[in-house]
């Protein structure tokens, strides 16, 4: 059944994360994604990796309380979109030629700000490093991440005292993080030295 | 240096503002001289920070299922898709269209075996015909016409079962001798039919009717005087044709005529 989303609902459904109004957006929306993405040479995962971004982004925007949506939904996503292409289109190309080129950024209200775009896509490149480790390791930092205390993370895992919960904690994050810098993708956009 | 690397859970002691004063000022130290250090702990700061929000990755997660959802689906072109539409409706209206030539065959097929000679015809569209039409749907033009040709035949050509016993074989009244036709008349659709007879004793008015096989009246009750009349086949269409010659009430004669 096909159900017709408001900006509104759309807006708030994002938000709050509610997966019927994300496969709406993706249904609707990603095709002009995948238009953006591919006038540019990418390919269908590119596309895919441009639109998490960018619905990350608005996430993100859409948490920050001053923020306001003008537009709508699709339009503001085709802006992030697109910046999020040109940009990484940019540092490939800087990459591959050394150059100094240089992106035009007038997008007005729509233009990224570096650091979201950056932890947009950083945060991608976690996520996708994440899944691909341990299944002790996932399970380990998922109670982390949702601040589970520690004394529960042991009784929950069978250590035997909140000591060794950090042991393995920070195991588990250096596995993660030697994972993440042997990825190429990380030299890319992370300014580490 | 490689003493920080290998003890890694340093870094992430640091994160968590775990480490003493000492340890943090050593670490703090090495991380000065050591680029790669400073990276790491750099990386482990954003790692925390990305990943603290638990609904990011909640979104994030259901965003990769829905994409990955969509992805096992075949996506087919638009045209592909209004092709197979079509498709289906055209088998569909196929299909409710044979269902309902079969059904209308069954009742047809019933009531032309079993009512043939109760169903009134229509001028110009014989009645025969629209129980033999759902027959031959599926036949070429030129067998269509064959096979409704043949039914036409079959069906103008046969004998109506109460008429054709009183064939020849009739009640003559005494007043009226019938001298022609024969009982059975073959003739072809331009000809002329014969009439006569003789009043025997007394003057009686003579009637003539012809009914077709499906007992309609084509031509009623002509109180003639003349000795005789002639009929012309031409306003016949051909068939099978029953002419009666009654004087007054009484059956004079009875017979058939069949115009080929």
Known sequence: MILLYTNEWLVKGLA???ESCIKYIYREYFPMVRSIVGAQNGNLEDAEDVFHDGLIVIYNRLKNKEFALNSSLKTYLFSVCRNLWRRRCERKYRLLYGADSYVNDSEGCYSL?????ENAEKFRLYKKHFVEMPDFCKEL???????????????IMNYKDTEYVKARKYYCKNLLRKKILSDPECKQFMNYE | MNDFLTQSH???KFTDNELTPEEEIRLLDQASHNPLLRNELRLDRDISELVADYDRIQLSEAIRKTMKHDESKVIL????????SVMILVTLAGM?????????????HALHTSQRFIIPRVQGFPDFLTSIRPVNTTLTPAKRREFVQNNIDNDIYTPRPEYEFLVGTVTRDISVFVISPVPRVKCKSDSLILFSWRWMSCFVPVSLEITDNHGHLVLNNMQMTDESFILSTKCLARGLYYYKISAG???VTMGSISIY
């Open chain 2, 77 to 84: 072109p638009i045209y592909l898709k209004i092709a197979a």
């Open chain 2, 96 to 108: 409710a269209g044979l269902l309902i030539h079969n059904t209308n065959q069954n009742i047809r």
């Open chain 2, 249 to 251: 009430e009484e059956l």
């Open chain 1, 16 to 18: 709050e994360g509610k």
């Open chain 1, 141 to 155: 930092l998922t109670y982390y991440i949702r601040k589970t205390p520690l004394p529960e993370i042991a009784r």
């Open chain 2, 10 to 12: 340093w870094i992430g």
């Open chain 1, 113 to 117: 700000d570096e650091t979201e775009e």
